[in-house]
C-alpha cells in the first residue's frame, strides 16, 4: 500500500514569491492534515480537513497561506507571497476517521527555504 | 505555553542504557499517541494509548498512559543506536489536535 506522498521534497524561494505543496493522502483515508514543522520542534496544525470540508483551519494564516481539497482526495497548500519566516518542513498527514484516536499517516515533508 | 509538555527536550544515552521519556498537560485526553520521527522524514506512528492506566509494550519500547488520562510515559529498555531520534506524544482535548515539542534521543554506540 502507498503511504502518504508528497511534492517537491525540497523548494527554495525568494522571498515575496509563491509557492505551492501537493499531498496526496493513502487511498481511503478521508481527513488530511497539512502542519508546520521548525527545526527540533513538534508539527504545528496548519489546517484539518474531512473529505472535502476545512473542519479545523484556525491555526492557518489566512491572509497568505490558502488550502483546498478538490474531490476529497489529494490537497494543495499555497503561500503567497512567502516570507523569510515561512522557512520550515511542511508535513501532511492522513487519518481513517476513526472515534477521535487521529492516528496519523505522514508523508516526508517539503523543505521549503525562503530567501 | 504548550498543551502537550514533553520531558526531557534532550536525552544522550549510551547504547544498552534504558530511559524513560515524559508527556505532561493539565488536560484530559480521550486518547494520545506516540510517533518517532528520523532526520528527513515525517512521524512514524509507534502506538495509541486510550484507556486511564493501560501499559502497551512494543518489544522494548513500554507504554503507559496516566490514570486521570493528562500524562503518558515512554520507557525504553536496553536502548539501540536505531532507537534515536525525535518521540512525539500527540492528542486532541476537546476537538484541537496538538503535539508535544518533542523529546530528542541520541543513543551512542
Known amino acids: 500500500e502507498a503511504g502518504v506522498v508528497q511534492s517537491p521534497r525540497y523548494k527554495i524561494i525568494e522571498k515575496k514569491q509563491p509557492v505551492a505543496f501537493w499531498c496526496n493522502p493513502i487511498s481511503g483515508h478521508n481527513t488530511l492534515y497539512w502542519y508546520l514543522q521548525n527545526l527540533g520542534q513538534g508539527p504545528e496544525l496548519l489546517i484539518r480537513y474531512e473529505n472535502e470540508e476545512a473542519v479545523d483551519d484556525s491555526q492557518l494564516p489566512k491572509d497568505r497561506f490558502s488550502a483546498e481539497r478538490l474531490k476529497g482526495v489529494d490537497s494543495t497548500l499555497k503561500i503567497q507571497p512567502a516570507e523569510l519566516g515561512d522557512s520550515a518542513v511542511y508535513l501532511c498527514a492522513s487519518s481513517l476517521t476513526s472515534g477521535g484516536t487521529y492516528e496519523q499517516y505522514f508523508g516526508p515533508g517539503t523543505r521549503l527555504t525562503v530567501t | 505555553t504548550q498543551l502537550l509538555e514533553q520531558s526531557p527536550q534532550f536525552l544522550s544515552i549510551q547504547e544498552g542504557e534504558n530511559l524513560t521519556v515524559y508527556c505532561n498537560s493539565s488536560?484530559?485526553?480521550?486518547?494520545l499517541q506516540w510517533y518517532r520521527q528520523e532526520p528527513g522524514e515525517g512521524p512514524v506512528l509507534l502506538v495509541t494509548v486510550v484507556t486511564g492506566g493501560e501499559v502497551k509494550k512494543l518489544k522494548r519500547l513500554t507504554f503507559q498512559f496516566g490514570d486521570a488520562r493528562k500524562d503518558s510515559s515512554l520507557h525504553i529498555t536496553a536502548a539501540q543506536t536505531g532507537d534515536t531520534g525525535l518521540y512525539l506524544c500527540a492528542g486532541a482535548p476537546g476537538n484541537m489536535l496538538t503535539f508535544g515539542g518533542g523529546t530528542r534521543l541520541m543513543v551512542k554506540p
Open positions: 488536560s484530559v485526553f480521550s486518547s
